[in-house]
């Protein structure tokens, strides 16, 4: 079973610097021949996740922020960064990665952005530069109180 994980940023960032700071230089991305415009890197071995980088438009979100509140996003532009990793390596390899992998996505951008499990959990937003975290019950404890923000 896979777990996925998406970091989406609104507005028109540049993919590639997207897909630069989402690996960190580890990897280079090959193009999906699938889908037009999606590029992925397999970094299991070293991360343990797939990462995935693609634009879209008219996007549509939608998940359960704390509680039970629904939380919806609309934006125009956006690019979706995805983290798919194995559900047997997820807390100790996979998540803290991701998580390192998602703070210098933000930390290299600007735009506002969030960050959702399984296209239902939502555990982070940047809205005008606030970060806030969300659904702390999702979150390994530890990375949960170490995440810059």
């Not at 940023?9 to 699938?34: C, I, Q, T």
């Not at 979150?139 to 923000?149: A, G, H, I, T, V």
């Amino acid at each position: 079973m896979a777990i996925e994980y998406v970091l989406t940023l609104a507005g028109d960032p540049s993919a590639d610097l997207v897909a630069e700071l989402a690996v960190g230089g580890a990897a280079e991305f090959r193009a999906v021949a699938v889908h037009p415009g999606l590029v992925s890197a397999n970094l299991n071995d070293q991360f343990g996740y797939t990462v995935s980088v693609v634009g879209g438009r008219n996007g549509y979100y939608e998940a359960t922020a704390d509680g039970a509140t629904r939380w919806q996003w609309e934006p125009n532009c956006y690019i979706d960064v995805s983290f798919d990793m194995r559900k047997e390596i997820l807390t100790e390899v996979g998540v803290p990665n991701m998580l390192r992998s998602v703070a210098r996505v933000l930390a290299g951008t600007t735009e506002d952005a969030a960050l959702v499990l399984n296209s239902n959990r939502l555990l982070l937003t940047r809205v005008g530069g606030v970060l806030r975290k969300h659904n702390a019950g999702e979150w390994p404890e530890e990375d949960y109180r170490n995440f810059p923000c």
